[in-house]
């Protein structure tokens, strides 16, 4: 069955760095969704991103992050000048938008330190 | 804006008997997909089952199946002959049926199984 492959499965990165989190995104879907947890907490959405730009993005979502789809096949997630309270579980999702489904990849451990 | 309910932080069943996990949504929209997500430790986003808002028939998935009431927005899940492997997490999640709209998730029960 396909899978959403993400990559890599923890990071620890220092306050004030920048990270990139990748997704590669079952093939024949067009639409693609980063979401986060924060330990305890219910998943938020952050960003959807369809046809080459972003449909909707939450509050959550301000300059700090951004996403790109750089070759076709991988979805990245960028977080400039990372803060203690951006460590969580990071999910990217995609979907082909029949009969409502997402698949969702297993997810990044980000740990800010 | 869409919200979703989950009034059960934790839920405790003894093994091989049933329980029955709460949700509540609130939306303006008529057509729109309900979901149960399990998350076991491992954090994994699992799919448990799927409802489509225009169907009037609930959804089952082996011991797994749903009580979906469109006029009170209300979709519980109800688990039967419970097992150790159940114990999770388990989040309800909303979505509009327009394309690429997004999950809204609930704030999640925490079912344990006892043996």
């Known amino acids: 069955e396909p899978e959403v492959t993400q990559t890599p499965s923890h990071q620890v990165t220092q306050m004030g760095q920048e990270v990139i989190l990748r997704c590669v995104p079952i093939s024949n879907h067009l639409y693609f969704y980063w979401y986060r947890q924060i330990l305890g907490q219910k998943v938020e959405f952050l960003v959807s991103?369809?046809?080459?730009?972003?449909?909707?993005k939450s509050e959550i979502f301000d300059d700090q992050f951004s996403v790109e789809r750089p070759d076709g096949s991988n979805f990245t997630l960028k977080i400039r000048s990372t803060k203690l309270e951006d460590s969580a579980m990071y999910f990217c999702?995609?979907?082909?938008?029949?009969?409502?489904?997402?698949?969702f990849g297993s997810g990044t451990r980000l740990t800010v330190v | 804006a869409q919200t979703v309910t989950q009034s059960q932080p934790e839920m405790s069943v003894q093994e091989a008997e049933t329980v029955t996990l709460s949700c509540t949504y609130d939306?303006?929209?008529?057509?729109?997909?309900l979901f149960w997500y399990k998350q076991p430790p491992s954090r994994q986003m699992i799919l448990v089952i799927r409802q489509e808002a225009y169907k009037q028939q609930n959804a089952t998935e082996n011991r797994f199946s749903v009580n979906f009431q469109k006029a009170a927005k209300s979709f519980s899940l109800k688990i039967s002959d419970s097992q150790l492997g159940d114990a999770a997490m388990y989040f309800c999640a909303y979505r509009s049926a327009r394309s690429g709209g997004k999950l809204i998730f609930g704030q999640g029960t925490e079912l344990s199984v006892k043996p």
């Open positions: 939306t303006s929209e008529s057509d729109y997909y």
């Open positions: 991103f369809y046809n080459n730009e972003i449909s909707e």
């Open positions: 999702a995609s979907s082909n938008d029949a009969e409502g489904g997402y698949t």
